[in-house]
């Protein structure tokens, strides 16, 4: 018998066709916009991760400077030297790698091309701190660091304007007026959030950067890198103590310096990225409940136009439960059709999106069976009442109805 009811719901759905299109069109749009939404704020969020992940993993960065307030961009800041260095590295436990670095924009240039560059100065660690492997050759020996040898890492971006597809290894280079031979291939890790090129890079022992390129002894910044057993918030206290003790900073002054910690900033970007989207989801939400109203709306035509059938199953024997049931499932099926639809729009519309932003698609099958069960459920809470309505109809009144 159930199956009987069900049976008849759909073959209503079917004869109506165009209507039955147009009631589930909302519980579409609604479950389209949510699926689309999600899947495209679960994309832009793994792609904040990953690009906040290609600096390093659990990575602290220090800088000289108040982190923030008054007298951060005091021009008497004290840098950053190789004490700091020293001093980090022989008291901090709980870091995998430690490496000062200098930065600065140079043209580099070999044969008759050039190519404006960011030339960093630092040793080996720099390649553990930042998570970055060689393609082909080799790093900075230790010799090579002290010694402030003439040798550099290139980037892929650097590769292909020179060298294209070829082996730049053994090749000399130009960076500003000091000759550069090349030891090493770095692997490439494409573009930042913020659209930096981190390929367009080219790595040489800090000790020449300083006296070829900078001019000054200066370090720009130490990367700091945790190991697996300690947490970068207890790294971040140890490293502060150091240089705060290096630095000698009485007790009562502010930090000359700032560290910035990578993951906090990481979960930082992400948290929002996802408030945003749980935010955008709820506003697609609304147009849920707006096809739920229109799924009662066209239930209530559809028993008043069918007053006279429904008298006459009532006649021959037909109980309520019957005539409820019957309603019931064909709202539920309206609305289910209109979640499955929803789905496919959405992941479809979500695909589109990923590609033309170049986000990752990451969509989520719990989020997915949600959206299909919540569309199945205001099918049922709004085609409640017309379905009771049917049911409770009088026999005789329905057949008297015209």
């Known amino acids: 018998m159930i199956w009987e009811t069900v049976r008849l719901a759909l073959f209503s759905v079917k004869r109506n066709a165009l209507r039955s299109f147009l009631t589930l069109l909302g519980i579409v749009i609604g479950v389209a916009a949510v699926i689309a939404m999600l899947t495209i704020g679960n994309g832009t969020t793994e792609k904040v991760k990953a690009d906040i992940s290609k ?35 022989a008291h901090l436990t709980g870091a995998r790698a430690i490496a000062p670095a200098s930065q600065k924009q140079v043209r580099v240039i070999f044969g008759t091309q050039n190519l404006t560059s960011g030339v960093t100065g630092t040793d080996s660690a720099y390649l553990i701190a930042r998570d970055w492997t060689l393609a082909s050759g080799r790093a900075f020996s230790d010799s090579e660091t002290r010694g402030g040898a003439g040798v550099c890492l290139i980037g892929e971006t650097v590769r292909q304007q020179f060298f294209g597809a070829g082996d730049p290894e053994g090749q000399v280079i130009r960076v500003n007026r000091t000759s550069c031979k090349i030891i090493g291939l770095l692997e490439p890790k494409g573009f930042t959030g913020f659209g930096q090129d981190q390929d367009n890079v080219v790595l040489m022992p800090l000790a020449a950067f300083q006296r070829r390129v900078a001019g000054s002894r200066d370090i720009n910044s130490i990367y700091i890198a945790a190991d697996d057993a300690t947490p970068t918030s207890v790294l971040l206290t140890r490293a502060e103590d150091i240089l705060r003790d290096t630095r000698r900073i009485p007790p009562d002054q502010e930090n000359n310096f700032s560290i910035r910690d ?38 209530l035509v559809s028993v008043t136009e069918r007053t006279r059938e429904i008298g006459i199953r009532l006649a021959i024997g037909a109980h309520e439960r019957h005539i409820l049931i019957q309603f019931l499932v064909e709202a539920t099926v309206l609305s289910l059709m209109g979640g499955i639809i929803g789905v496919l729009l959405g992941l479809s519309l979500a695909g589109i999106a990923s590609l033309t932003l170049a986000i990752p698609f990451s969509p989520s099958v719990p989020t997915v069976l949600l959206a299909v069960g919540f569309s199945a459920l205001i099918g049922m809470v709004f085609g409640f009442f017309p379905a009771l309505r049917g049911a409770r109809l009088d026999p005789i009144d329905a057949l008297r109805h015209e």
């Open 55 to 89: 600096l390093g993993s659990n990575l602290l960065v220090v800088y000289s400077g108040r982190p923030g307030g008054p007298g951060a961009n005091d021009t008497t800041v004290r840098p950053l030297n190789d004490k700091d260095v020293a001093a980090l590295t």
């Open 262 to 299: 990578m993951t906090q900033i990481a979960d930082t970007m992400a948290a929002a990225t996802t408030t945003m989207t749980g935010m955008l989801g709820a506003v697609a939400g609304v147009s849920l409940l707006v096809g739920g109203i229109g799924i009662m709306n066209i239930m």
